[in-house]
T-cell receptor, first 115, second 115 residues
Framework: DTAVSQTPKYLVTQMGNDKSIKCEQNLGHDTMYWYKQDSKKFLKIMFSYNNKELIINETVPNRFSPKSPDKAHLNLHINSLELGDSAVYFC??????????????FGPGTRLLVL | AQKITQTQPGMFVQEKEAVTLDCTYDTSDPSYGLFWYKQPSSGEMIFLIYQGSYDQQNATEGRYSLNFQKARKSANLVISASQLGDSAMYFCAMREGWTGNQFYFGTGTSLTVIP
């Protein structure tokens, strides 16, 4: 059973297009995250939701919009894709926001290439 | 100031030898957790080991151990008996406090195991 899953795994698209990445976790966790990993492997937090409530909203272009229909799902929609959006996008989840002992588990990543 | 610092961009180790990957952290919160993740070339982020700030003993998980030196604010990962499959990027991360939702990641260390 996959704990945190993402679709699609690969996404190749043209500049200016709109695309979505879906994430689902079956761990029963309350908190989900989106990260961007650039070509230098640096991991940058983008968003975090706790029980469908947005709790972290880092400085990212407003072309990026997260949506959490329920606590098991967190989707990322990207409008007007740009070359600089090419990266690996990771979804992750953790039990909740009440303890520093909670581990974060990652999805397999979505490799986005904007041409 | 950086919350997590990994000063070794790249490391090499001979197969079957032990290797230490450095991680220092910065926090004024007495409650925090430290995590190590492995990212092989296939791209997924794999949770390896956790150390809590109140833990009296260093964490161990199989061949992985965490050399936790609280006064020095360091949480080095020790991999014993290195295997070729240990070649990967390794990330140190921290989560602060009872309500802190943010996970802070270091820039990673690329480990290459030489046969």
């Amino acid at each position: 059973d996959t704990a945190v899953s993402q679709t699609p795994k690969y996404l190749v698209t043209q500049m200016g297009n709109d695309k979505s990445i879906k994430c689902e976790q079956n761990l029963g966790h309350d908190t989900m995250y989106w990260y961007k990993q650039d070509s230098k492997k640096f991991l940058k937090i983008m968003f975090s939701y706790n029980n469908k409530e947005l709790i972290i909203n880092e400085t990212v272009p407003n072309r990026f919009s997260p949506k959490s229909p329920d606590k098991a799902h967190l989707n990322l929609h990207i409008n007007s894709l740009e070359l600089g959006d090419s990266a690996v996008y990771f979804c992750a989840s953790s039990q909740g926001r009440t303890s520093f002992v909670e581990t974060q588990y990652f999805g397999p990543g979505t490799r986005l290439l904007v041409l | 100031a950086q919350k997590i610092t990994q000063t070794q961009p790249g490391m090499f180790v001979q197969e079957k030898e032990a290797v230490t990957l450095d991680c220092t952290y910065d926090t004024s919160d007495p409650s925090y957790g430290l995590f190590w993740y492995k990212q092989p070339s296939s791209g997924e982020m794999i949770f390896l080991i956790y150390q809590g700030s109140y833990d009296q003993q260093n964490a161990t998980e199989g061949r992985y151990s965490l050399n936790f030196q609280k006064a020095r604010k360091s949480a080095n990962l020790v991999i014993s008996a290195s295997q070729l499959g240990d070649s990967a990027m390794y990330f140190c991360a921290m989560r602060e406090g009872w309500t802190g939702n943010q996970f802070y990641f270091g820039t990673g260390t690329s480990l290459t195991v030489i046969p």
